[in-house]
């Protein structure tokens, strides 16, 4: 059974940071791409960011860029979101997501690429 589990959503002030973690169980981490998403209330799902399997490729959505950072720890199983400078618009359920496919090719950005989700975290940021 394939498990991704996030954490470290919360509740932040405008121009405050927070650390996302997905934990990924019951795959073999590092032959995914991993990705994360948001979705607001009434809004598409939207890919935010994109690392492959080794994590030496990154991609990012041009909202984000320069303010969120992905990672991930291969050792762990883990994946990770900085993010930076948050704004009060970026509030949103965020899911990691793991795609079959090692790398950030193609449409990594469209949820119908990706094959395994996560419950998601909430990320609520304040004016």
């Known amino acids: 059974l394939v498990e991704l589990v996030e954490s470290g959503g919360g509740s932040v002030e405008a121009g405050g940071s927070l650390r996302l973690s997905c934990t990924a169980s019951?795959?073999?981490?590092?032959?995914?791409?991993m990705v994360w998403f948001r979705q607001a209330p009434g809004k598409e799902r939207e890919g935010v960011s994109c690392?492959?399997?080794?994590?030496?490729?990154?991609y990012y959505a041009d909202s984000v860029k320069g303010r969120f950072t992905i990672s991930r720890d291969n050792a762990k199983n883990t994946l990770y979101l900085q993010m930076n400078n948050l704004k009060p618009e970026e509030s949103a359920m965020y899911y990691c997501?793991?795609?079959?496919?090692?790398?950030?090719?193609?449409?990594?950005?469209?949820?119908?690429?990706?094959?395994?989700w996560g419950q998601g975290t909430q990320v609520t940021v304040s004016s």
């Open positions: 997501a793991a795609g079959a496919s090692g790398y950030c090719s193609g449409s990594w950005w469209s949820p119908v690429a990706s094959n395994y």
């Open positions: 690392i492959d399997w080794s994590g030496v490729a990154t």
């Open positions: 019951g795959l073999t981490f590092d032959n995914y791409r």
